[in-house]
């Protein structure tokens, strides 16, 4: 079936004929690979992106089933040749090791952001649950995030 | 593969009768066709349908996400919630996505079974309301007919004051409960106790919840013999998650534990 959908702002459309998920269709038809594939079963938030306002794992989205939907992935999570505050955040505090985990966590802090300005360490770690990163740079992360307010604020 | 994505509940249900599959959150379902265990040829997608996701007073709509939930819910419902997943499976996951699988270890079950809900049940012949202990039928099997669609959760129109939810599982988040309970007491002391990932289905502890309501003011012997009794009414299995006798301990000082803060 044909899917049509907005992808960061973009209206996009594409034919999906199998029962694939929007990180598929992310990743091998439209050509945006920065959502990355791991698990497959929600446990890792690689593959966070923003679907009609919320934050979830496109692993877990029918592609089919984000027809009419829209889409923000870390491609569209900051004004074009900009960086969020978050990423900045991140990049200054040198909070990435091997960056698999990055775009997800990019995607989910900027998500927590949105709604609170102004996080604890707490709901940092609250809000990056469903985030693994491998490297396990967990503390330079929260460490990291807990300053983008600041980044924020300028 | 085809998908429909109905405007209202007679929509969805027509969907249904050609042996569709409905999706919600998917956060079930998904991880099924990621690994290949199942290959829907036809899919009716929930996750917008607006009459699905009314929520009026003890009447929640199948298709209300956890997050709701947890900010909206009350108070062991809520708490529930709070523990299921991250915040991106409860930002997708329903309340009957979770009745739709009815995995044992369901974090929405006990509560349901504790408050004695019922699970609406609507197909073209009209709706049917089934009471929880005859909607769950075995591990993720329950009186659901293909055909039918899981409306809404029906709530008795009083809750007990008092209400906990617990979950023991080896760390905070992403975590699939070891044992899940709810324990309610109302201001006449009648208690109840409810468990999930102890037995094939979601139960009750008959015998604690009689020996405990009758306390009015239950003694630490009182509570010793509670938690006695609820770890003799479980029927647990070791699994990959844990062990029968972990379990049955467990669910025992759960419950107690619960109880003691119902009490406070
Ligand atoms: C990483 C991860 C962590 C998780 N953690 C938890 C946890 O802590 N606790 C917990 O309880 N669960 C957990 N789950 C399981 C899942 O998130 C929940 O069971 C959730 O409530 C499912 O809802 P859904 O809307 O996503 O269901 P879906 O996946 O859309 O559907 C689940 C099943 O129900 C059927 N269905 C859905 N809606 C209806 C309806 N209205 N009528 C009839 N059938 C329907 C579907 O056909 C399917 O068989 C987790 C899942 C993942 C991937
Ligand atoms: S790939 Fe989606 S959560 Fe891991
Ligand atoms: S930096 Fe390597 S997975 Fe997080």
Redesign the pocket.
């Known amino acids: 079936m044909i899917v049509e959908l907005t992808v960061n702002g973009e209206p996009v459309t594409a034919r999906v004929n199998h029962p694939g998920s929007l990180l598929d269709l992310l990743r091998d038809d439209l050509g945006l690979p920065g959502s990355k594939s791991a698990c497959e ?3 890792c938030g690689s593959c966070s992106v923003i679907l009609d306002g919320a934050l979830v794992c496109s692993c ?1 989205v029918l592609a089919a089933d984000a027809h009419g939907s829209a889409v923000t992935t870390v491609e569209g999570i900051s004004e074009p040749g900009a960086l969020h505050p978050v990423q900045e955040a991140m990049h200054r505090a040198g909070a990435v090791q091997c960056g698999f985990c990055t775009p997800g966590i990019v995607v989910a802090a900027a998500d927590l952001f949105a709604v609170n300005p102004h996080p604890t360490a707490t709901e940092i770690k609250e809000a990056l649950a ?1 985030n693994i990163c491998r490297c396990t740079g967990y503390g330079a992360i929260v460490r990291a995030l807990e300053g983008a307010e600041i980044v924020a604020d300028r | 593969m085809e998908i429909v994505h109905p405007r209202s509940i007679e929509e969805a249900i027509a969907g249904l009768s050609d042996g569709a ?11 099924e066709v990621n690994f290949g265990h199942v290959r829907p040829e036809n899919v009716v997608g ?1 996750r917008r349908l607006e009459p ?1 996701r009314e929520w009026d007073g003890s009447r929640i709509g ?2 209300v996400t ?1 997050r709701r939930i947890e900010k909206e819910g009350p108070t062991a419902l809520a708490e529930a919630a709070r ?4 915040p991106q ?1 409860r930002n ?10 009815a ?1 044992p ?4 079950h006990p509560f349901l079974a504790a408050v004695d809900a019922s699970i609406e049940l609507t197909s073209a012949g009209g709706s049917r309301l089934v009471a929880w202990d005859e909607f769950f039928v075995g591990v993720k099997k329950t009186a ?1 007919a293909p055909d ?4 809404a959760v029906e709530l008795p129109d009083e809750l007990p004051e008092r209400q906990a939810f617990g979950k023991i599982g080896i760390r905070n988040a ?4 070891t044992v899940c309970a709810v324990v309610t007491r109302s201001e006449d002391g009648r208690t109840t106790v409810g468990l999930g990932s102890v037995a094939p289905t979601p139960i009750r502890a008959p015998r604690a919840e009689t020996m405990i309501s009758s306390a009015a003011k239950p003694t630490d012997a009182d509570l010793a013999e509670f938690q006695r009794l609820v770890s003799e009414e479980v029927r647990p299995i070791t699994d990959h998650r844990s062990t029968e006798e972990y379990r049955r301990h467990g669910a025992g000082v759960l419950a107690r534990r619960l109880l003691e803060r119902c009490l406070r």
């Open positions: 079963q929600g446990e877990l469903g | 599959v409905p999706l919600a959150g998917g956060t079930d379902l998904m991880v929930l699905l199948a298709g956890w523990t299921v997943g991250s499976i997708a996951g329903t309340i009957g996505g979770n009745l739709g699988t995995s270890a369901g974090d929405g659901r039918e669609l899981i409306t992403m975590v699939i409960a």
